[in-house]
């Protein structure tokens, strides 16, 4: 008997058609003979009816708030079906969710039949957190020791209004070998595993066949750590020379002349997350002023004239002269470039991180506004997140199955935290 699935991205279409994790996941499901998956997103998951599962990926936090309205509106229509979270947040810590779910899966699910066996409801021992059965803690995280290129979808779905545009994503590997302790991508897809370079080479190639775009994204923690990089780009100009190649994150400490050349970039996004030597080092962020500036030369050298700066404010430890030094620093790389673009968001303790058990800092909004003013002197754009949705983001980390109830009622992330606020419970999720 065929099994129908519902996969849902719990929120717009243009970012859930960008998203790997669905990618993977629809295409994994449809491998099965007597499965049949669809993809929805919060535009159309009103039309989900009669299905025997509906597996939902938690890749934020925020979404929480969406999940619990998509779940409350399918149950009376699939009243058969299973209800199945996976992605990241089900890894960290999903307990707001726990009485809206039948089981979440702690892992990657290539190379395992998990979420076959899930839909089929039978026994599954071992990634499986079931809120009414077992505990979190004990369940062992599962995932595949390599990857095996029939796993990856080589025929994927693209749209011009998702995050990389229409492009073919490439994911080199998972896990990062660098060891920020704010990290949770570090920590939920450890150990940091590359894939071949002769399985990459081929799943571009006959990716670029079946999904006929002219862009590869390359996706991975940290793309510039992947050893054979300058080799697999230049694999991939010589399948086509028009293919442009977009790396989604880069270390300043990988840039290279010849990665730079390649990827014939316009703007150089580097993340020094702190201003200062000292807070980089104790937040091991392990990239020096010269490893910065290093990168900076050779992106100038190579006519790159704008750069983005990722930074974050409110980690533990963190001084006045630590912000202090990413004002001075943004104003220094000014200097160089035409434009500079500023990304500053709060520190938020994630679970499973080295920092887990740290405050979160509400001083962080004054801090923004602090360096937003002095930078706007030296014609620099800083942008954030809205502050609110961080301390959301804090709580959800956080909280337990009781939260879930007080989401259900206060369905806004605002009318969310003025209850908590109101009802003194805030303090404890940020403390
Ligand atoms: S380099 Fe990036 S992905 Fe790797 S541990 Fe640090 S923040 Fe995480």
Redesign the pocket.
């Known amino acids: 008997m065929i099994k129908n699935v519902a996969l849902i991205f719990p929120n717009k279409f243009k970012g859930g058609i960008s998203s790997l994790a669905m990618q993977i996941l629809h295409y994994h499901l449809n491998s099965y003979n007597d499965i049949k998956c669809d993809m929805y997103f919060i535009e159309n998951y009103n039309d989900i009816k009669n299905k025997d599962a509906i597996i939902i990926t938690l890749q934020y936090e925020n979404d929480y708030f969406n999940v619990i309205n998509i779940i409350n509106n399918l149950k009376p229509k699939n009243p058969n079906a299973i209800f199945i979270g996976g992605g990241p947040c089900a890894m960290g810590a999903p307990f707001p969710l726990s009485n809206y779910f039948d089981a979440f899966v702690v892992g990657e699910i290539e190379g395992t039949n998990i979420m076959h066996n899930l839909i089929n409801r039978e026994p599954v021992e071992t990634g499986v957190f079931y809120p009414n059965l077992n505990d979190f803690d004990t369940v062992k995280r599962i995932y595949p020791k390599s990857f095996n290129i029939e796993d990856y979808p080589l025929s994927q779905f693209t749209h011009p209004s998702g995050a990389y545009g229409e492009a073919f994503l490439l994911e080199l590997g998972r896990g ?1 070998p ?3 302790k ?2 949770m ?2 920590s939920i897809y450890c150990p940091p595993r590359f894939k071949k370079i002769d399985d990459l080479k081929y799943i571009a190639e006959e990716g670029l066949k079946h999904t006929p775009v002219n862009k590869i994204a390359l996706i991975s ?2 793309v510039g750590d992947y050893k054979h990089i300058v080799d697999l780009c230049h694999h991939i100009k010589d399948i086509n020379n028009d293919i442009s190649i977009s790396p989604s ?1 880069l ?1 300043a400490d990988t840039i290279s002349e010849e990665l730079l050349k390649i990827l014939n970039l316009k703007t150089l996004t580097i ?1 020094p997350e702190a201003g200062s030597e000292r807070l980089r080092e104790y937040i091991k ?1 392990d990239i020096s002023e010269d490893d910065i500036f290093n990168a900076l030369n050779i992106a100038k050298d190579n006519r790159i004239d704008k750069v983005k700066l990722y930074y974050m404010v409110g980690f533990p430890t963190e001084t006045k002269e630590d912000i202090e030094e990413i004002i001075n620093l943004s104003n220094d790389i000014k200097k160089d470039f035409r434009k500079v673009e500023v990304s500053i968001n709060p520190f938020i303790p994630k679970p499973k991180t080295e920092f887990e058990n740290e405050p979160f800092d509400l001083e962080s909004k004054n801090t923004i506004k602090y360096i937003e003013k002095s930078l706007k002197k030296s014609n620099i754009k800083v942008s954030y997140e809205n502050f609110n949705s961080m301390i959301v983001q804090c709580v959800l980390c956080r909280g337990d199955s009781d939260l879930g109830e007080i989401m259900e009622q206060y369905n806004k992330p605002v009318q969310f935290l003025k209850y908590l606020k109101k009802n003194n419970m805030l303090g404890d999720y940020l403390k």
């Open positions: 990062c660098r060891r920020c704010f990290c991508a570090k923690p940290s994150s270390r993340a962020k």
